[in-house]
DNA sequence: TGTACATCAGTGAACGCGCGTTCACTGATGTAC
DNA sequence: TGTACATCAGTGAACGCGCGTTCACTGATGTAC
């Protein structure tokens, strides 16, 4: 027990029989590893090692690997969400003003593009892992989604987008961005310059929120 | 011999020890998994096998698996190019004229999305799979990218598209429709109904055609 | 035109790996009396 | 307050699978003389 506690659990430096809250545990190796390597690297024996727990103590968490691998997709997704609120938050124009309402938008929109080229690995599990079409009960603070929609109602109480123009806009403004996103992380963009790159997202976010 | 013929061999009747072209035959059969259960199921036990071919056999053509991978990813590029060629070529409307300049950049737009849609594991395996970066040797008329930056160029000559407007257009135009496609065949929007899905198509469409 | 021989393109068997998962188990914990 | 016992949360060993890849091989082909 002992020597098992020092050389492979990270988490916990005294650690009993009974782990404590070792679902929360493997989903934040989980989540180490996503980050590190991305989806694929997230295995049960990975993830257990590196919680400091036998392989099958999984099961007493999650049914299977893929359970696991949701949850650890979610907790990606809330990550992402976070660094929209953050860099929203530092943003100093006023809300209620049409040309703050785009502002944040466009805001939003780098702040994707950002999570994806510095979380890469986050990213891919982000998309790449959550059962599709399933609600992750992720609360509308930490829900890219919701935020997105937020910002674009935003856009119309401000006057700053007319209302029949609002359907369907999430779709227009969210595939750009993502779009971008994996070009530029997992597809034929990957080798551009720093420079291409720039100019690749700053047209994309000029022209979706123009076309709009 | 002949059983094997009959039961295993799909592409030649008579086939005798040595296969003829075993190289296309592997790509074919790569082709077929991929275009049924994408990317990673193009598995060189699989692929072999559906040539009627022992699994070691494909080492004579291929340095390894990867290599395989990619030049059925590199077809698989080469099938969207042709859908939308053949969506281009169908379209009435004259070329020479702005408007007509605008119309073929949509259409190829569309078909792009169409062949995310109707070819899902193709669609995946070509973006999926290709070694990043690297030339893979497409001819201009079978490189998507390629047509696109064509039907850019077309724009400006039409004085559709003021010149100092075309650099980084690719991008902002690949990405939107690229996003919409990837969303809505692998993403967080592959439950969306055949309306919301049109609705969200047409969206994307057009607030990046609008907004170049 | 026939034969020797190098070369090419396959075969069959096996290797080692990492994976998810299952089994029977045991140590730790909490609760009823 | 102390003890019996159910329950919970781990362990250790093993299973079976599919995979890429390697080895020594052999049948077919083409070419020089």
Redesign the pocket.
């Known amino acids: 027990?002992y020597i098992?506690t020092i050389t492979e659990d990270v988490y916990n430096v005294n650690?009993?029989?009974?782990?404590?809250?070792?679902?929360e545990?493997l989903i934040e190796a989980g989540l180490a590893t996503a980050r590190a390597e991305g989806p694929e690297?997230?295995?049960?024996?990975?993830?257990?090692r590196a919680a400091?727990?036998?392989?099958?103590?999984?099961?007493?968490?999650?049914?299977?690997?893929?359970?696991?691998?949701g949850a650890v997709a979610g907790r990606c997704m809330e990550k992402l969400a976070e660094l929209i609120e953050t860099r929203l938050a530092e943003d100093p124009s006023e809300p209620g003003s049409p040309k703050g309402a785009w502002n944040a938008l466009t805001i939003a929109g780098r702040a994707y593009i950002e999570f994806a080229l510095t979380e890469t690995g986050w990213f891919k599990t982000a998309f790449g892992s959550l059962v599709l079409g399933e609600d992750h009960d992720l609360p509308d603070s930490k829900d890219p989604y919701a935020i997105l929609n937020r910002l674009l109602d935003d856009l119309v109480t401000s006057r700053a987008l007319p209302v029949e123009r609002r359907p369907g806009a999430e779709y227009a403004a969210w595939a750009s961005v993502h779009g971008i996103a994996t070009l530029l992380t997992e597809g034929p963009l990957v080798r551009l310059t720093e420079e291409e790159r720039r100019c690749a997202i700053d047209r994309t976010v000029g022209a979706v929120i123009f076309g709009l």
Chains 1, 2 share one sequence.
Not at 15 to 22: D, S, T
Not at 41 to 48: D, G, I, K, P
Request: glycine fraction near 6%; charged fraction near 20%; hydrophobic fraction near 45%.
């Open positions: 027990v098992r650690m009993p029989y009974h782990h404590g809250n070792l679902r545990a690297a997230v295995v049960l024996r990975v993830v257990t400091g727990v036998s392989p099958n103590a999984a099961y007493r968490h999650f049914a299977d690997r893929d359970e696991l691998l």
